[in-house]
T-cell receptor, first 116, second 115 residues
Framework: AQKVTQAQTEISVVEKEDVTLDCVYETRDTTYYLFWYKQPPSGELVFLIRRNSFDEQNEISGRYSWNFQKSTSSFNFTITASQVVDSAVYFCALSERAGGYQKVTFGIGTKLQVIP | DGGITQSPKYLFRKEGQNVTLSCEQNLNHDAMYWYRQDPGQGLRLIYYSQIVNDFQKGDIAEGYSVSREKKESFPLTVTSAQKNPTAFYLC??????????????FGEGSRLTVL
């Protein structure tokens, strides 16, 4: 069975601090995808990044960076120089083939509050 | 612009009443999903549909029903059999074939409160 653990339920940082959101996953498959989504107060989940299980390259997009390590089954997300607009709930998710479709399992989310 | 539209955004219901949440997409996606979000529990899958006129139960389907008569539409009915229906409901869609990775596109959600 697949599982996604986000151990940090809430994090508060002061603006301009760096913050890392942790994500640990469990799967028996060798082919899978990992995602991060952002949920602002409006409610809609917004896609941030996708990683497939064969690509362990870290990725940087502006102030956002992701560290994928298969050896520790982790897919951590770092925001550099945080801003108030980064305040949201962030979900890590795992997708793998199950019964003919891509089954997606979400973590419980990490609520990030950036204090001005 | 392409996207997913959910309505209503807020809904109040008396106990014992059925209520239907609307979800429409113009992304030409084959697959559609309904998730329920509760504080501290993340997103849980209620139902999903990969093609028109076909749908499957997710992890928490009891007390819910769906239909998929059109590709663009996937309404969710919360029935009186659902014991704890107060929650935030999210509709999503994805490609089904041709490189489906499981990436989901979400609507803005519907918040249901049972009085």
């Amino acid at each position: 069975a697949q599982k996604v653990t986000q151990a940090q339920t809430e994090i508060s940082v002061v603006e301009k601090e760096d913050v890392t959101l942790d994500c640990v996953y469990e799967t028996r498959d060798t082919t899978y995808y990992l995602f991060w989504y952002k949920q602002p107060p409006s409610g809609e989940l917004v896609f941030l990044i996708r990683r497939n299980s064969f690509d362990e390259q870290n990725e940087i997009s502006g102030r956002y960076s992701w560290n994928f390590q298969k050896s520790t089954s982790s897919f951590n997300f770092t925001i550099t120089a945080s801003q108030v607009v980064d305040s949201a709930v962030y979900f890590c998710a795992l997708s793998e083939r199950a019964g003919g479709y891509q089954k997606v399992t979400f973590g419980i989310g990490t609520k990030l509050q950036v204090i001005p | 612009d392409g996207g997913i539209t959910q309505s209503p955004k807020y809904l109040f219901r008396k106990e014992g009443q059925n209520v239907t949440l609307s979800c429409e997409q113009n992304l030409n996606h084959d697959a559609m999903y309904w998730y329920r979000q509760d504080p501290g529990q993340g997103l849980r899958l209620i139902y999903y549909s990969q093609i028109v006129n076909d749908f499957q139960k997710g992890d928490i389907a009891e007390g819910y029903s769906v239909s998929r008569e059109k590709k663009e539409s996937f309404p969710l009915t919360v029935t009186s059999a659902q014991k704890n229906p107060t929650a935030f409901y999210l509709c999503a869609s994805s490609m089904r074939t041709g490189g489906n990775t499981g990436e989901l596109f979400f609507g803005e959600g519907s918040r249901l409160t049972v009085l």
